[in-house]
């Protein structure tokens, strides 16, 4: 099926007629929004979700059969691509001899093992099943091993959806626009602090007012919830000073960039050494897993060694396990790494020549297996800068590519993936595409009908 030269795929008129848009009435009227994840439902680029049906290597086909080059990878959790044959073989065994016992298994220890070889930072592990509770439970870990309260994080970094979290969070939040979630109070949001991505100087008037009451700050090491936005040379550094000075732990979400950035994940990139490590995406193979992880002493901390709770029935899940020890050790070679940081690379060139082209501003960049573009003159460095990204233009954008068979987030708020299944006829395909898309939209502007993207 990959091997085919052309894909099948419609354009925007009759996708608004399609299965998907059948579907979606359907799923509206039984979910909210018609999704279980809210920039699931296209509502920052307007239109008709598409509901898939099937993935095969880079690509995915909807229920009416329309192909794409996938960019998304489930959020960045398929870095093998879809449906590679040694994680449906570990799946499908696994499957066989039971898929959840809710006790130990040999495969946990496994999977630990293989994390633990990969990242500096990482002694021992705790299996859950999201990143969202992998982030929550690292600052409950954080907090009881400082007794300490407060916590910071970067307006525009996504940590998931605990409450302590929804401040100025990115991915899905900033693609609404939401300064906040209704439902968490005032007593849960107050104990975080929020600073500006890369501004070591806010961080430090911070530290300067609150030291004695931060536990500590987290931070995703390359920023991949507010579109890409890579970290400034003494940013990373300069938090890893600052906590040590005032006593409080460092937390690097890697949810993203856990074995994606490099084999050791961000902290390996940068060589900048966090207390506490977040996994989850490419850990579980594209099957719900996720990992807080650290020094045996701060880890030791976490029941039943210890007093910090946290449990869950299918962490650690036989079927999650067996995926993402298939997806860790095709991931072992030395040059894979530099192989899909050079995929980014030209992806993010194909992007600046295609807008440059057809005279559209716009800003791009990579690192391993991400890469994003603004649409913007302006320098990306935060959530600000991130946010005079043109909006409207990008929805004609992402259209536009559907129609020329290329799947992106549909938000300006998300970085772009890449897998080891992206291979040079599926970069030339998005070259060709990319093309096409940018010249339609330098010859369409955008008018007033698809500024309403809120409603
Ligand atoms: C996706 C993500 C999370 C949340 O993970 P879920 O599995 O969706 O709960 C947390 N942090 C970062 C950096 C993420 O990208």
């Not at 994840?37 to 229920?63: E, I, K, N």
Request: net charge neutral.
């Amino acid at each position: 099926m990959a091997r085919r030269e052309t894909l099948t795929h419609t354009s925007r008129a009759s996708r608004d007629m399609s299965r998907s848009a059948t579907l979606f009435e359907r799923a509206q009227r039984l979910m909210p929004g018609g999704v279980s994840s809210p920039v699931r439902a296209f509502g920052a680029v307007d239109g008709t979700p598409l509901f898939m049906q099937r993935g095969f290597g880079p690509y995915v086909a909807d229920t009416d059969d329309n192909e794409y080059v996938d960019y998304v990878l489930s959020w960045g959790a398929l870095i093998l691509g879809h449906a590679h044959p040694d994680v449906v073989d570990a799946v499908t065994r696994q499957a066989a001899l039971g898929t959840t016992f809710g006790a130990p298994i040999e495969a946990e220890a496994e999977l630990a093992e293989l994390i633990v070889r990969a990242m500096p930072a990482v002694e021992m592990v705790r299996f859950v099943s999201s990143g969202t509770e992998a982030v929550m439970s690292a600052v409950r870990l954080a907090r009881a091993a400082t007794g300490r309260s407060k916590l910071l994080k970067f307006a525009g970094c996504y940590h998931g959806h605990a409450d302590a979290f929804l401040v100025q969070a990115g991915s899905g939040m900033a693609t609404l626009a939401l300064p906040d979630s209704a439902g968490v109070t005032a007593r849960a949001a107050a104990d975080t602090l929020v600073a500006p991505y890369n501004s070591l100087t806010a961080v430090e008037a911070l530290f300067a007012e609150y030291g004695a009451s931060i536990a500590a700050v987290v931070v995703e090491p390359v920023a991949a919830n507010m579109g890409l936005v890579l970290p400034e040379p003494g940013f990373l550094p300069g938090l890893r000073a600052v906590t040590q000075q005032y006593g409080a732990l460092l937390i690097f979400d890697e949810v993203v960039t856990g074995f994606r950035v490099s084999l050791g994940g961000a902290q390996q990139h940068v060589g900048v050494f966090p207390d506490l490590t977040c996994l989850g995406k490419v850990i579980g193979g594209g099957l719900p897993a996720a990992a807080y992880a650290g020094p045996e002493a701060l880890m030791r901390l976490v029941a039943p060694t210890g007093p910090v709770y946290q449990a869950g029935t299918l962490s650690g899940n036989p079927l999650a396990m067996a995926a993402g020890i298939a997806t860790l050790r095709a991931l072992a070679a030395p040059e894979c790494f530099a192989q899909l940081g050079e995929r980014s690379r030209v992806l993010a060139q194909v992007v600046r020549d295609a807008a440059a082209a057809a005279n559209v501003p716009l800003q791009a960049n990579s690192l391993g297996g991400l890469w994003g573009f603004f649409l913007t003159q302006t320098r990306v460095v935060d959530y600000t800068s991130a946010r005079t990204t043109d909006a409207a233009r990008f929805a004609q954008l992402f259209h536009a590519l559907l129609d020329e068979g290329v799947y992106l987030a549909p938000s300006p708020f998300e970085a772009a993936f890449v897998s080891f299944a992206h291979d040079d006829r599926t970069l030339d395909r998005t070259r060709r595409a990319m093309m096409q898309a940018f010249d339609h939209i330098a010859r369409h502007p955008v008018g007033a009908r698809q500024s309403d993207k809120r409603r």
